[in-house]
């Protein structure tokens, strides 16, 4: 809720997965209840047809904690961003540790250059503080997310 009150106050266009999930409910909510612009992809869409909409709609793409979709969803775009010039941000939102032991792999396997350094793949935030960094790094207003 924190983070979608964030975006809607900053007027970011936040573009999101429609599912049931109470974290994305949370996330609508907040965005909403501060006038933000919200649009949802919804799930009877192709796989191929949400991850494009996603990618050309996106300046800044966010993953909070989810299953096995949300992981096949990071995991493309990691790679897609590899292969083009005009590369995304890409932030990994890290709530209470959910991550960490997908991060620490991440480390493990660049450290025998299977990967790219996480750090030029990916900015992990763990708190309201690292998203406002990053996103005031970033833009401002009316940029999408």
């Given at each position: ?35 933000g ?57 890290d709530?209470?540790n ?48």
């Open positions: 809720f924190n983070f979608g009150s964030f975006l809607g106050k900053k007027k970011f266009n936040t573009i999101c997965f429609k599912n049931n999930s109470a974290i994305c409910s949370a996330l609508i909510e907040g965005v909403e209840s501060n006038q612009f919200f649009k949802a992809i919804h799930s009877d869409t192709a796989k191929i047809t949400q991850n494009k909409l996603i990618f050309e709609n996106s300046d800044v793409l966010c993953f909070l904690p989810g299953g096995f979709n949300t992981l096949n969803d990071l995991l493309f775009f990691i790679d897609l961003n590899k292969t083009i010039n005009n590369k995304k941000t890409i932030i990994i939102i709530i209470m959910y991550y960490s032991n997908l991060l620490n792999w991440f480390e493990e396997i660049s450290l025998i250059n299977m990967i790219y350094p996480p750090s030029e793949l990916f900015c992990i935030a763990r708190s309201m503080h690292d998203l406002e960094h990053f996103f005031n790094l970033s833009n401002s207003a009316g940029q999408n997310v």
